[in-house]
């Protein structure tokens, strides 16, 4: 026993007591004795006895507990989603199981099915880059199992217990170029992530209808696709820097591609924002340590993940009859202009 966690059936044994009436006596049920309470809580702080939550949880027919799973727990983005769902969670009364895919697919499915299989009562969800296929989240659809998608989301997938909460990427992605034009930028580079994925999608059709809003032409060579990551940036920077005439600002649609661009184009002596004004997506934390700190687009990570968390105890709380999915919720960007972009 001193190997393992002490049970309902070890204090029984011992005692020589009925499992139900240890359970009964720990609860404080009416119908046993006080001697026997005494001598069961004595024995229970002995062995140090912990209940089982999540089976009496069962029994009730509830888990409380919630099932997240992030591609990753690296950077400050999906740490300080699942920071904000995990103090939202605490405060409404529910546990939270965690789990990473490593923007792996198949590890994304089996990830859902241990969830699904621990019997979590809601699921929050932001997708591997390399999801293409969507069946894992159907059998969560057809289990009803409260589904709600943050920040990387399947499009067009509904139903009564789906729901999500994204930022607004499009329109970050729009400030971003807006203010690199008035900045006096002309040539307006961007890197960009797999369009499958709607953040990528968003954040590439808002840099392309700023630029035309604006006057100036969607030039392809300068959209690079890249791996997001600052080993892309590095290589996507030098490509662009190869072009017989190179861009004069940059809207990277991740922070560690713009790191990659930033320190590129110091090797190059070119002068950032004089020569080259840089903008990221996401606010990392190291971008107010680089030089010159760089100018990006806050996501609101943590409320993204509390906003998650109230989202899904809604659903729980709807009506099994519930005509319609639950609106999506939408959180509105901020861009950080720092020394990266601001020339005026």
């Not at 859902?112 to 969507?134: C, K, R």
């Not at 940036?233 to 861009?247: E, N, T, V």
Request: with cysteine.
């Amino acid at each position: 026993m001193a190997n393992r966690r002490a049970s309902i059936t070890d204090l029984a044994k011992t005692l020589g007591l009925s499992p139900s009436t240890i359970s009964r006596a720990l609860s404080d049920h009416d119908d046993v004795s006080e001697a026997t309470k005494q001598r069961v809580r004595q024995l229970a702080e002995e062995l140090h006895y912990k209940p089982n939550q999540l089976a009496a949880g069962l029994r009730r027919g509830r888990s409380n507990t919630l099932g997240v799973l992030v591609p990753h727990i690296t950077g400050h983005f999906f740490p300080q989603v699942v920071h904000g769902i995990a103090t939202e969670a605490a405060k409404l009364g529910f546990n939270v199981m965690i789990c990473q895919s490593n923007e792996d697919a198949h590890q994304e499915e089996k990830n859902i099915d241990l969830l699904m299989n621990s019997q979590v009562e809601g699921i929050l969800v932001s997708l591997a880059n390399s999801t293409h296929n969507f069946r894992h989240f159907e059998d969560v659809r057809q289990q009803d199992i409260p589904l709600v998608f943050f920040d990387r989301v399947v499009e067009n997938f509904e139903g009564s217990n789906v729901s999500s909460v994204l930022l607004d990427d499009y329109q970050g992605a729009y400030q971003v170029v807006a203010h690199l034009i008035e900045q006096g930028c002309t040539r307006i580079a961007h890197f960009s992530g797999p369009l499958h994925m709607n953040i990528h999608k968003n954040r590439h059709q808002g840099y392309r209808d700023a630029l035309t809003s604006h006057g100036l032409p969607v030039e392809e060579e300068l959209i690079v696709f890249c791996e997001m990551n600052q080993k892309g940036g590095s290589q996507a920077m030098r490509q662009l820097l190869k072009l017989d005439q190179r861009p004069d600002g940059l809207f990277s649609s991740n922070d560690l591609a713009a790191v990659g661009a930033l320190q590129v184009a110091k090797t190059h002596r070119l002068r950032v924002p004089k020569d080259v004004a840089i903008v990221g997506f996401s606010n990392e934390m190291f971008t107010t340590l680089t030089e010159p700190m760089l100018s990006s687009v806050d996501q609101r990570c943590e409320q993204m993940g509390k906003t998650a968390v109230q989202l899904l105890q809604k659903m729980l709380k709807s009506s099994p009859t519930r005509q319609g999915p639950p609106k999506p919720i939408v959180l509105k960007p901020k861009l950080l202009v720092r020394e990266s972009s601001q020339r005026r």
